[in-house]
Every structure is written in structure tokens, then in C-alpha cells.
């Protein structure tokens, strides 16, 4: 073929991508999209968009990366990609300054500050700033999961999460913090994580000024203000502000723990108690996040927050009733039920001594006093103990260290449950009442003993000599006449 013929079929082809591009152009401004997907049924208006898709459910991903070997389903991934390296984000949010490799992101991103949420669910009303996110939300109404893993057959309904799920089998955390080395699965994970370092929460709150590091908490916050609590638990009515956090909530009901470890078969309710758990099979410590007045360790950084109110005496959750202050809102929770009469949910019962319990966990806690379990042994003191609780609060006896001190009277005691009824001494606040008697105490445990002074119940027996006792402190105080132990 000559120099000119190839000339010629050169400007054939470049006026027939301008035409199909003019086509497909004609046929967004149209609404019409003429080609459909066999396996999802979406709808595209090119059958290059198309094309592309199908990668999704095929696996094939012929775009590599030259630098870490990552594959991609097209070529417009690979460059977004690519700007994970060189680091180049052009395009920042004047509002927050966050940076974005490409202006489309940025433009969606901004939807975030001013509010817009032009996208409108025709079911529940429920709007969204980006048409994307309002056809993944639709799918919550007809269960469609069309994207599924072909190592698992677990089912997504977006393809982002199955790309982020297969990361589990993988194993792959392409991106590392520069300040710790914490690996991480995703871009968006890691850049959240780097604000932990640097104290940056951008979201804040419009009300009351408070800020946060994640926008969905915010939102979650919000609802704090609105008094907007769409989501009840039916068993024990408690209120939630996302149905994600009511899901996992009700697993304490049920006594469902859908996530198991391969390594250890202990079973969890969600799948980030999951991954933590799994740090001590990996190696890594179990408790990362100290506390910097009394050094408790703690598995995660929002526990961390809530003990180290107990230190600076923060109690920002107000009762509108009575203007009691506390410092969690599960406390408040509880508290609110003194004003409402509302008898607290306890579905878990103990079998030997019926005493009932919210929590499937505080019952399994409850029953090593039964059985006489006690796993965890103090290496210095050859002493053991049924929790770890137990446990660092025995060696802070012999220690002497008393980290929590009464805003009150300045007494130091040694853990901050014995601080939170020591504190109840100078309100005179005595909220649990004996039906019998009328006696009123400041504690339901103290309350459940002193009901046996009237039933007679002594469910704590001697395997020895079969004698029985009221409380579990005076049967081990009794077993030392068996053992000699002084």
C-alpha cells in the first residue's frame, strides 16, 4: 500500500470515530441506550462501554500496571491508577483542600459541602448527589446482586465491591502509610488513616461545630440533632441511626456470628471484630492504641476516645430530661429508662442461676464463675482469672496504680468502673429499688443479691460438701476450708 493510500485510509478512519462519537453523543442527549449486558442487564450507549464492562464479569483484565503489576478491566482505570505513584492530585476542593487526580472526581466530591442531592429514589424519596449512587441504592429495593466472586460466590451489588471483596483473598494492600508502614487495600482507607496522624477531621458538624474524620459519621450526628432514628431494633427497642449498625446489633439477639476465623474457628458478629481478631494470628499487637494517663491498651482508636473521657472528665451525652451528663451514649441509653420506667431487654439466662443478661458475651463471662474457668494467668503474681478485666485490675492492686480520680473528692481508685459508683456516693443517686422492701441501691448487681435475702436462693453450691451460699465471693472464701489455702 502506498504512502498516499495510507493517508487516505487514515482520514476514513478518523472521520468514522468522529461520526460513531457524534452518534453516541446523540444518543445520551436522546436517553437511548441500545446495548445491553446478558449477564447484569444493564444498559450502555456504546457498544464500547459495553465491551468494557463485560471485563467485570469475565475477569479479564488486560491493562497492567508497569510498576506494581496491578491489571485492570480498561484503560481509564490504569491511568487513575498511575497517579497513586507519582502522587499527582491537580485538582483540589477549595473547601477542604482535598486533592484529586481528576476533575470529575472533584466535582462529584464538592456535592459533599453543598448538599445537592438532585437524585431521587421514586420508592423511598431517599436523594443522592450522583445518579451512580442512586442505582446502587435501588438495588436494596429489588436484591439484585449481579456481581459475583468467582473464588467465594459471594454476591455484590456494585462491581467496587467485589473489586475491594477480592481483596480478602488475595491478600493484596498495595498502599502503605509513611508514617507507620500500615498497609492497606485501598487508596480511600489509607488517605482516612493518614488523618489519624495528623488530627484532620473535615466534616463538621453545623450545630454544634463538632467535626469528624468520615462524612458518613457525620451524617450519623446529625441525626443526633434531628432526633431522626429511622431504624429500631424490635426486641429491645434501641434506636440506630444507619440499618448497618442495627443488622449487626440484632446478631446480639440472635446469637448469630456469620464471620468465622480459618485459623482459630472463633466466630464474630462483624466482619471488623473479624479483623482484628486476626492480628494475633498475624503477629501483629493485639492492642495497638494506649492510653497515654494510665497505658491500657485498647484494639481500636474509638474505644481509646471513650475510656480517655474518664481522664479529662468530658461527658458530652445530656440527659433532656434531667440534665444528667454522661460520658457514652449507652450510658445515657440506660439512664433515659430511670425517667421512661422502661424495664431493660435481657433475653440471656444463665441455666444454673437464671440470672438474666442483654449480652450473649456478658452471659458467656457469667457462666466461668459456674464452671470455674479461668484462662487468663498474671505472670507475675500466678494467679488467675475469667477476663482480662479481672485481670488488670488485680495487678494494679499489688501496682498501687490508681489512674482514675473523682472530680469530686480527688479519691484515686483503681479502675473506672469502681470511679463511676464510687461517683454515685456524692449524687446519692440509687435508681435500682427492691420490690419487697423498697430498699433502693446504687448498682442492679447489688440489687439481684439482695433479692435472695427474700427468695432464699443460693445458687452458688460446693462441689465438695454441697454447700450452698448466696454470693460467689463467700463459696471461694468457703473452698479454702477444703484446700487449706489461707
Known sequence: ?????????????????????????????EGQKPYKCSVCSKDFTSSSYLYAHQRIHTGEKPYTCSECNKSFTCSSNLCRHKTIHTGETPFKCSECNK?????????????????????KCSLCSKAFALASRLRIHQTIHTGEKPF?????SKAFDRSSSLSRHQTVHSGEKAFKCTVCNKAFARSSTLFHHEKLHTGEKPYKCYLCIKAFLYQSKLKEHQRIH?????????????????????????????????YKCSLCTKAFTSSSYLHHHQKVHMGEKKKPFKCSVCNKDFTHITPLKIHQRIHTGEKPYKCSQCGKAFNQSAILYRHKRIHTGEKPFKPFKCSVCSKVFAYSSTLCKHQKIHSGEKPYKSSVFNKNFASTSYLYTHQRIHLGEKHYKCSICSKALISSSSLYYHQKIHTGEKPFKCSVCNKAFNRSSTLYRHRRTHTGEKPYRCSVCSKAFTRSSTLSQHKRIHTGEK
Request: hydrophobic share 25%; net charge positive; glycine share 4%.
Open 148 to 152: 459475583k466472586c468467582t473464588v467465594c
Open 226 to 258: 434531628t432526633q431522626e432514628k429511622l431504624c429500631v431494633c424490635i426486641v429491645c427497642k434501641k434506636p440506630f441511626a444507619d440499618l448497618s449498625q442495627l443488622k449487626i446489633h440484632q446478631r446480639i439477639h440472635t446469637g448469630e456470628k456469620p
Open 1 to 29: 500500500m502506498t504512502q498516499s493510500s495510507c493517508q487516505e485510509v487514515n482520514k476514513y478512519n478518523q472521520k468514522l470515530t468522529k461520526n460513531n462519537k457524534c452518534i453516541t453523543t446523540f444518543k445520551k442527549i
Open 99 to 119: 486533592g484529586f487526580a481528576f476533575s470529575s472526581n472533584l466535582s462529584r466530591h464538592k456535592k459533599i459541602h453543598t448538599g445537592e442531592t438532585p437524585f
